[in-house]
Nanobody
Framework: QVRLVESGGGLVPAGGSLTLSCAAS????????MGWYRQPPGKQRELAAT???????EYADSVKERFTISRDNAKNTVYLQMNSLKPDDTAVYYC?????????WGQGTQVTVSS
């Protein structure tokens, strides 16, 4: 069974930092393209940052230079370091694994940035 468990969300003032973590099932982590998506209040889910299946990373324009995605293969964990947070970054953040074309999602973690 594939499981993705996010943690690290919370309330932070504008300009602050947070690091999100997503622990994945060992069975898929090494082969999956891991990424972070987010869903702001009243809006659709959108890409924040992801590792590409063919290598490299991709970031939404709105988070470039502020967010960094990384992974620790030994811990089956992917991270999202978020700096210089803005109120517009307020959203539920979801971990996603793209495993040979099949998408798996975590339950989400709330990030709220106060102005």
């Amino acid at each position: 069974q594939v499981r993705l468990v996010e943690s690290g969300g919370g309330l932070v003032p504008a300009g602050g930092s947070l690091t999100l973590s997503c622990a994945a099932s060992q069975s898929i982590f090494s082969s999956a393209a891991m990424g972070w998506y987010r869903q702001p209040p009243g809006k659709q889910r959108e890409l924040a940052a992801t590792f590409r299946s063919g290598g490299g990373t991709e970031y939404a324009d709105s988070v470039k230079e502020r967010f960094t995605i990384s992974r620790d293969n030994a811990k089956n964990t992917v991270y999202l370091q978020m700096n210089s947070l803005k109120p517009d970054d307020t959203a539920v953040y979801y971990c996603r694994a793209n495993y040979y074309g099949v998408q798996y999602w975590g339950q989400g973690t709330q990030v709220t940035v106060s102005s």
